[in-house]
T-cell receptor
Framework: DGGITQSPKYLFRKEGQNVTLSCEQN?????MYWYRQDPGQGLRLIYY???????QKGDIAEGYSVSREKKESFPLTVTSAQKNPTAFYLC?????????????FGEGSRLTVL | QKEVEQNSGPLSVPEGAIASLNCTYS??????FFWYRQYSGKSPELIMS????GDKEDGRFTAQLNKASQYVSLLIRDSQPSDSATYLC?????????FGAGTTVTVRA
């Protein structure tokens, strides 16, 4: 079955630590995205990538970094510079580009800073 | 002004009734419109997409788009307890997809 796999599902981090969230897709989609969701708020775009070895900042990229070395993989690193990292992180992919394509989401990773 | 606004809810409807969800957007150049359903603690899943003015029906769901009024809605007919979820409206153009904060629907038996 095609889909998007995110890991870990739950992650606890101490202040000052970097953590990396994994996202792998086997849908053969070119575009991949990272969103952050906070309670009562819509999804906010962190980073997106429309092609291998290229990615763009979204609305809230500060304190985050990504890489896109393979079509299937788009990991997100939450750095110590992110002031309030506790949130639900969602990875998504689409066949067409941002805004015009329908998004398929992974199951999400819930990050809690202790 | 927020780019995408949804009625705040929560919306409580009796089983079998019609649930009506509304969404307005600010960018007149928007071209694509989506409704996602998100169960508590889960990720969103796409339930409807609409690209041109008018109605689009899929089973018990109907999406309505009025670009002149910058308004998109979702009707859920014959609401079932399994429809209890948060519904996210998303609006896109060539370079951006913006999400509303969502409307939580509770279907009571």
């Amino acid at each position: 079955d095609g889909g998007i796999t995110q890991s870990p599902k739950y992650l606890f981090r101490k202040e000052g630590q970097n953590v990396t969230l994994s996202c792998e897709q086997n849908l053969n989609h070119d575009a991949m995205y990272w969103y952050r969701q906070d309670p009562g708020q819509g999804l906010r775009l962190i980073y997106y990538s429309q092609i291998v070895n290229d990615f763009q900042k979204g609305d809230i990229a500060e304190g985050y970094s990504v890489s896109r070395e393979k079509k299937e993989s788009f990991p997100l690193t939450v750095t110590s510079a992110q002031k309030n990292p506790t949130a639900f992180y969602l990875c998504a992919s689409s066949m067409r580009g941002l805004g015009s394509g329908e998004l398929f989401f992974g199951e999400g990773s819930r990050l809690t800073v202790l | 002004q927020k780019e995408v606004e949804q009625n705040s809810g929560p919306l409580s409807v009796p089983e079998g009734a019609i649930a009506s969800l509304n969404c307005t957007y600010s960018d007149r150049g928007s071209q694509s419109f989506f409704w996602y359903r998100q169960y508590s603690g889960k990720s969103p899943e796409l339930i409807m997409s609409i690209y041109s003015n008018g109605d689009k029906e899929d089973g018990r769901f109907t999406a309505q788009l009025n670009k002149a009024s910058q308004y998109v809605s979702l009707l859920i007919r014959d609401s079932q307890p399994s429809d209890s979820a948060t519904y996210l409206c998303a609006v896109g153009n060539d370079y951006k997809l913006s999400f509303g904060a969502g409307t939580t629907v509770t279907v009571r038996a």
